[in-house]
């Protein structure tokens, strides 16, 4: 009872992804909370009336998109297999009939243990589409079509982002990532993707793989805004010369859709002129967008930004007190982990008083390309331009063993950027074989602002790449940063 008001729950959460469950879960597991999570009904391909319990992550994103990935790169082991003394490393059928089902099969699976881990945890399941009414009420459109309206103390907004397409003519003709993961056959013919970002190299990277002729186009220079400049250098290097074609600097036009089933796509590069290439596939990864259209949010007074995230404060509290959001719908920092960091944060302070603000400094993250890159705090252009002082840059560039056999034409990329008056590590970044794996241990050291001393006192793992991070003696350059900050100051700006 609040203000001699009743009502049904101490939360309801709308959106049970990484975010949504996890806070539902804390708050009711280990604050006493009583939770009700609404969530859309499961299938593979998410649309306006369907999602399901694990969210984007789990059903339509990061792990089907690794299952993918781990499927690809075996066609790479097959070639390079003869240089090792296998016989026929080429002859190899592949069915991804196959790895679909059995990807569907594991996704369907995950969905249940997320539904199970909420029910264990004492939080009731509401299944349709919510929307607010006012601030302690949502009304729930059911399945069947019948509405339940939810009351409630505290709301909190986890529903996430879906991807967008291009706005250019013949759209339409175009998927996203949602139908590249569950599609029922590999395409005819070439396969152009749109974009920079991760997810167009990454499905530039499995279609590579399964053999396709890949197409990547992009507006920048170089992909992966962002990230460090020579790793997004590097990347595209290794790209290349797997085989998948690069335009850099231009842009889609249109999209046509001929009697046979192919796509006309027009595009224009940097001489203006307008060119087209016949495709069996395109797919636009042209960035996500948060679901917050037709969920009440305004009336209810929730403020969004100018990309119309949710605004929240650093306790994840919305505009409006008894609101919160937390994940992608935050546009903050678009990581599962984060949002599984900032849904335990939520939780500590509505539920636990314990006000706790998510920390978004030093958070590893990767990008599954083949090789992929994989990178922990600020990148040389970041310290440069937030930081004062000396800053340090240790580079290492080389082929890696199994290459040496192979023939492969492709090397390894690691950088330390270090800030010289503390001498504490303030970025690391890699590409190349195991990167992501190799990060997550090197994010511990620099969680514990471990210093460029200690990575050098360290012993390394002899033979591996990973042992390069600890030998760097000699520093590539040494930089001035035009910023004002000073030491950990860059751990609140970092991302």
């Known amino acids: 009872m609040e203000n001699g008001n009743t009502y049904d729950y101490d939360l309801v959460t709308i959106g049970a992804g990484s975010g949504g469950t996890r ?8 604050y006493g909370a ?18 399901g319990a694990g969210g ?25 297999s003869t240089a090792f003394g296998w016989e026929n490393g080429h002859q190899h059928n592949f069915d991804w009939k196959m790895l679909i089902a059995k990807k569907a099969k594991e996704i ?16 009731e399941r509401v299944e349709g589409k919510a929307r607010l009414v006012d601030r302690h009420t949502v009304e729930v459109t059911l399945p069947d079509g019948g509405k339940r309206r939810l009351t409630t103390k505290n709301i909190l907004l986890a529903q996430g982002g879906r991807p967008i397409k291009a706005d250019v003519p013949g759209k339409e003709h175009a998927i996203t990532s949602n139908e590249a993961l ?5 395409p005819k013919g070439p396969v152009v993707v749109v974009g920079a970002g991760y997810i167009s190299l990454e499905f530039s990277g499995i279609y590579n793989g399964m053999g396709k002729d890949v197409h990547l186009f992009y507006r920048k220079t170089l992909p992966l805004v962002g990230f460090d400049e020579e790793c997004r250098s590097q990347v595209a290097e290794n790209m290349k010369k797997r085989g998948v074609h690069i335009y850099s600097e231009h842009q889609p036009i249109k999209l046509e859709k001929k009697e046979d089933g192919s796509i006309d796509f027009f595009y224009k590069g940097p001489d203006g002129r307008t060119k087209s290439m016949n495709a069996g596939l395109v797919l636009f990864g042209t960035g996500r967008k948060p679901i917050v259209h037709d969920m009440g949010l305004e009336d209810v007074g929730v403020g969004l930004d100018k990309d119309n995230a949710i605004k929240v404060d650093p306790y994840s509290r919305t505009t409006v007190d008894n609101i919160w959001s937390v994940g992608d719908v935050t546009n903050r920092m678009p990581l599962t ?13 509505c539920f636990g008083n314990k006000p706790t603000t998510p920390i978004f400094d030093k958070i590893a993250s990767a990008v599954f390309i083949k090789p992929p890159l994989a990178t922990c705090g600020l990148t040389e252009q970041q310290a440069q331009a937030r930081l004062t002082g000396d800053i340090d840059i240790f580079v290492s560039k080389f082929k890696p063993m199994k290459n040496t056999l192979s023939g492969r034409d ?3 990329f690691m950088k330390i950027i270090v800030k010289v008056d503390t001498d504490e590590v303030i970025g690391c970044h890699m ?18 602002n471990a210093t460029k001393a200690q990575f050098d006192a360290t012993v390394g793992i002899h033979p591996t790449a990973a042992e390069e991070l600890v030998t760097m003696r000699q520093r590539a350059r040494r930089i001035q940063g035009s910023g004002t900050g000073r030491g950990h100051e860059h751990e609140r700006m970092a991302g």
């Open 23 to 30: 806070a539902s879960r804390f708050s009711a597991q280990h």
């Open 182 to 186: 569950s599609m029922p056959d590999l």
């Open 337 to 349: 982990p984060a949002a599984i960091m900032e849904g335990m944060a939520f939780a500590a302070t």
């Open 34 to 51: 009583k939770v009700a999570i609404v969530e859309l009904p499961f299938r593979q391909i998410a649309d306006d009336d369907h999602g």
């Open 108 to 123: 369907t699976r995950l969905n249940n243990v997320y539904n199970k881990l909420l029910k264990d945890a004492g939080c």
């Open 431 to 448: 590409v190349g074989d195991d990167a992501p794996e190799i990060m997550q241990g090197i994010a511990i050291a620099m969680k514990c």
């Open 56 to 80: 984007t992550c789990v059903i339509r994103g990061c792990v089907p998109k690794k299952l993918l990935v781990y499927g690809a790169q075996f066609s790479e082991e097959f070639r390079d």
């Open 410 to 412: 492709e090397k390894t």
